[in-house]
């Protein structure tokens, strides 16, 4: 059964995030801490993707029983919540990056957009699964078995000598498919954007040259 973030018990997720929950008054003392927990879940998820990531695999590179880690996280689904938390938490702040407020910014723009890369890439991928594995049960074939039987038949009619155009625009279209977002257009979208914040400092400071703020 697949888990995700945001579908485990939002009372005890949220207890967690705040450190509200309350240590066990009964039992053992606890040998680690919620934090130990989520650090050794995200160092697995690091080394062998998220579907590595259960509580029996944690409880293990605790050196613990896996009955043992419910009493710190009921669940991996909270267990996701603190690991997605940990991770955007650890963003630096913009008074410890160097130059001055656009450096900060420009440094929290390209934390956010790698995170939500990140987060998004795992919401699709999992999506995508799901999506194929439907449609390989309603066809009876998989994606591989379709290639089989229909590659021969696109390179009989796509011939690259009688359609030049269209086959080097397949070729750019296919690359631009697999890659997970166009590079330039986040870098002049981003460098755009803090010039407009840049032009608004300069119109309130009264700055020669700077543009006049606009009334309301």
Avoid: C
Wanted: glycine share 10%; no cysteine.
């Amino acid at each position: 059964m697949t888990e995700y973030s945001a579908s485990g018990d939002p009372k005890r997720s949220f207890e967690l995030l705040w450190g509200l929950h309350e240590a066990p008054s009964r039992g053992p003392k606890a040998r680690f801490t919620v934090e130990e927990v989520t650090r050794v879940a995200i160092r697995l998820a690091d080394a062998a993707g998220l579907t590595a990531v259960s509580m029996r695999r944690v409880a293990e590179e605790l050196g613990a029983s896996t009955m043992s880690l419910y009493t710190y996280v009921p669940g991996k689904a909270e267990l996701l919540d603190l690991m997605i938390d940990t991770v955007v938490g650890e963003t630096a702040r913009p008074d410890d990056v160097p130059g001055g407020w656009r450096g900060g910014l420009e440094h929290l723009a390209r934390e956010n957009a790698a995170l939500t890369l990140v987060l998004g890439y795992v919401q699709s991928a999992m999506r995508g699964v799901v999506e194929a594995g439907q449609a390989a049960r309603r066809s009876g074939r998989s994606d591989v078995q379709w290639w089989e039987s229909y590659a021969p038949l696109l390179e009989k009619v796509f011939d690259p000598d009688r359609f030049p155009l269209a086959a080097r625009v397949g070729a750019s279209a296919g690359e631009a498919y697999q890659a997970p977002s166009d590079p330039h257009a986040f870098e002049f979208g981003l460098a755009r954007i803090l010039d407009g914040i840049e032009a608004l400092i300069n119109g309130r400071d009264g700055k020669p040259g700077a543009p006049r703020p606009t009334a309301g």
